[in-house]
């Protein structure tokens, strides 16, 4: 590490279904951050577009080498020379025989190049209610390869409902992350009752920081004809790794700065050095 503290940068997004519209939105908060002094800055998950129409997204999908927003993204970061997380991109997939498309996280270096990338293994197929539910696997592909690269510190990549699944953020702990990534579109029922509990408790686990920027707010979908608005929590999180909220976003979009202390991560573990402490057992 270059560094024991890290200035850090959450964007929080309300993006619509219109990745033209939104780039220039998530460029200005990028630039916010960095001006603010911010080395790692972080967007969230679906920062291209969020839409419910699977025509439209056939319309506007590219692949990653024809992505618009990963190419101006990725040129912000080497002229602004940070390290930058891209939360997620919806892509169309490289394989023509699968329609679904990839929910991709990338960490760009502050040279611009791609040093890592993260398919999202845990697909958010859930009823809330009657009248909610949602089968992201019907139209996007899961991924199946866990990721920790070297960054600004080494991190641990994961993706919104990977959060609900301690297992994933054990093995990234155990394999050297420092601090996990967990961008999000987090819906705003789920969110109210579990968004920071699982947070605290993925950071409380690993002895991790846990930086989790998000989505907030209702998005427009001026493409999307009689699609239902889709609501997000926000509350873009940075938590330590002995489990306090070092600070939270709100609900509306922006940048929340934070420093972290990466020694805290070396004290935490000394304490509770559960992450050495695994048992084989039988059963159930």
Known sequence: MASEVLKVGLVQLCVSDDPALNLPVTAGLIREA???GAEFVLTPEATNLLSPDSAWKEQVLRHESEDPTLAALRALAAELGIWLLIG???????????????NRSFLIAPDGQIAARYDKIHMFDVTISEVESYRE???????????VVNGPAPLGLSVCYDVRFAY?????????????????A???TTGAAHWEVLLRARAIETGCFVLAPAQCG??????????????????????????EVLADGGTEPGVTLVTLDLGAVDGARSRVPSLTHDRDFTGP
């Not at 997620?88 to 990839?102: G, K, M």
């Not at 994933?168 to 999000?184: E, S």
């Open 218 to 243: 209702t998005h427009p979908t001026p493409h999307s004809e009689n699609a239902r608005p889709r609501r997000t929590w926000g509350h873009s999180l940075a938590v330590a790794p002995w489990g």
């Open 34 to 36: 960095a001006a603010a």
């Open 88 to 102: 997620s991109l919806s892509l169309r997939a490289e394989d023509p025989s699968d329609h679904r498309a990839l």
């Open 186 to 188: 987090f819906n705003d």
């Open 137 to 147: 696997s019907a139209g996007f592909r899961p991924g199946s390869q866990a990721v």
């Open 168 to 184: 994933l953020y054990r093995k990234l702990a155990q394999a050297g992350a420092r601090i996990l990534t967990v961008p999000a």
